[in-house]
């Protein structure tokens, strides 16, 4: 599988058959199965699984922390073979389980990330400010990393990050801990660094993450690609069905119940039917008239709407009906 759509081939990242496999009890396991994929320079791949699935492990071979069983890869149209040292000076990492120099405070320990990547001195301190006022963290700048909060912490791996300039980005679960401010704030940032061509690397549990800011996306499960295309066409791959949505103004009778079971035991269009105490989730691939025919049996019993709508899939559900499809 792959996304052929660059005509002269000439990938940010490519992959071809690899294989990681380690020996555990004696028996042999492949974490990573045979997978293959290219990236384009300047998107950004949303690389999704549940857990367990591979997508660290992933990481860690591409950015050479790993050595893969067999298979090759190449990172700006090099082997990472015998040029890592090369492709990792212009690559940033923001692993899933963060490092961090405790006793330093948050502005110290940026400086010497920054001293550490090579930043000419004058300019390193101006780059750490603008860091550290992009990702809000002017006012604990003085604060030990001992001290920082989980959502804070995350902030400064990713802030520290920033500081030097790269072509490809590797983002293991940015968002995890992170406030809605700085979730928002980090993926806009993200989004005017892809127009500026930087390419990025992306995992999360969120969907909405994804549907914002990727490109392609690539689901594996146990270590196998299930699928890989654009959030669009997956959506329409998935998508033969809606999603209507009835919000009722009180909890559910019994009797509401009663005819959504009915409902759904007699219509072969209707795929799943969930409940809270107030709503009903329809998955239906012909929504027009199970909405019909269900707005006229509330309407004429005369049971109180507070809000109706009818919604493509989401990429939850791409994502929930792809891992369905490969148990
Ligand atoms: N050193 C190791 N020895 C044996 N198995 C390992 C080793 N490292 C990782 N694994 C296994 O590889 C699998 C993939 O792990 P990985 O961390 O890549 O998952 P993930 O997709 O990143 O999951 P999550 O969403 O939880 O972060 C897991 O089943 C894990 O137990
Ligand atoms: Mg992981």
């Given at each position: 599988?792959?996304?052929?759509n660059?005509?002269?081939?000439?990938f940010?990242i490519?992959?071809?058959?690899?294989?990681?496999?380690?020996?555990?009890?004696?028996?042999?396991?492949?974490?990573?199965?045979?997978?293959?994929?290219?990236?384009?320079?300047?998107?950004v791949?949303?690389?999704?699984?549940?857990?367990?699935?591979?997508?660290?492990?992933?990481?860690?071979?591409?950015?050479?922390?790993?050595q893969?069983?067999?298979?090759?890869?190449?990172?700006?149209?090099?082997?990472?073979?015998?040029?890592?040292?090369?492709?990792?000076?212009?690559?940033?990492?923001?692993?899933?389980?963060?490092?961090?120099?405790?006793?330093?405070?948050?502005?110290?320990?940026?400086e010497?990330?920054?001293?550490?990547?090579?930043?000419?001195?004058?300019?390193?301190?101006?780059?750490?400010?603008?860091?550290?006022?992009?990702?809000?963290?002017?006012?604990?700048?003085?604060?030990?990393?001992?001290?920082?909060?989980?959502g804070?912490?995350?902030?400064?791996?990713?802030?520290?990050?920033?500081?030097?300039d790269?072509?490809?980005?590797?983002?293991?679960?940015?968002?995890?801990?992170?406030?809605?401010?700085?979730?928002?704030?980090?993926?806009?940032?993200?989004?005017?660094?892809?127009?500026?061509?930087?390419?990025?690397?992306?995992?999360?549990?969120?969907?909405?993450?994804v549907d914002?800011l990727?490109?392609?996306?690539?689901?594996?499960?146990?270590?196998?690609?299930?699928?890989?295309d654009?959030?669009?066409?997956?959506?329409?791959?998935?998508g033969?069905?809606?999603?209507?949505?009835?919000?009722?103004?009180?909890?559910?009778?019994?009797?509401?119940?009663?005819?959504?079971?009915?409902?759904?035991?007699?219509?072969?269009?209707i795929?799943?039917?969930?409940?809270?105490?107030?709503?009903?989730?329809?998955?239906?691939?012909?929504?027009?008239?199970?909405?019909l025919?269900?707005?006229?049996?509330l309407?004429?019993?005369?049971i109180?709407?507070?809000?109706?709508?009818?919604?493509?899939?989401?990429?939850?559900?791409?994502?929930?009906?792809?891992?369905?499809?490969?148990?």
């Open positions: 599988m792959s996304n052929n660059n005509s002269n081939n000439r940010c490519s992959v071809k058959n690899l294989v990681k496999s380690y020996n555990t009890s004696n028996i042999k396991r492949n974490t990573i199965d045979n997978i293959s994929f290219d990236i384009d320079y300047g998107t791949f949303g690389f999704l699984g549940p857990n367990g699935a591979g997508k660290t492990t992933t990481i860690k071979i591409l950015t050479g922390i790993l893969p069983t067999t298979g090759s890869i190449k990172i700006f149209e090099k082997d990472i073979k015998n040029n890592i040292k090369e492709i990792k000076r212009r690559i940033g990492v923001v692993t899933q389980n963060p490092s961090f120099e405790s006793n330093l405070t948050v502005e110290r320990s940026m010497l990330y920054g001293f550490l990547w090579g930043n000419p001195s004058n300019m390193n301190k101006d780059k750490v400010r603008e860091m550290l006022d992009l990702f809000d963290l002017t006012s604990i700048r003085e604060v030990r990393n001992e001290d920082l909060s989980i804070q912490r995350r902030r400064v791996q990713i802030a520290r990050e920033f500081l030097h790269m072509d490809l980005l590797f983002l293991d679960e940015p968002t995890v801990g992170l406030d809605p401010r700085a979730r928002r704030n980090l993926l806009n940032y993200i989004k005017k660094q892809v127009k500026h061509g930087l390419t990025v690397f992306f995992t999360t549990h969120i969907m909405e993450e914002y990727c490109d392609q996306i690539c689901i594996i499960n146990k270590g196998k690609i299930i699928e890989f654009t959030p669009q066409i997956l959506k329409q791959k998935y033969s069905t809606k999603k209507i949505e009835i919000i009722l103004q009180n909890p559910i009778s019994k009797q509401i119940h009663d005819y959504f079971k009915k409902l759904s035991a007699n219509s072969i269009d795929e799943n039917i969930e409940n809270t105490e107030n709503t009903f989730s329809i998955t239906s691939n012909n929504p027009q008239n199970i909405l025919s269900t707005v006229n049996y309407f004429q019993n005369n109180q709407i507070e809000n109706i709508s009818l919604n493509d899939p989401s990429i939850e559900d791409v994502f929930l009906k792809a891992l369905k499809n490969n148990k």
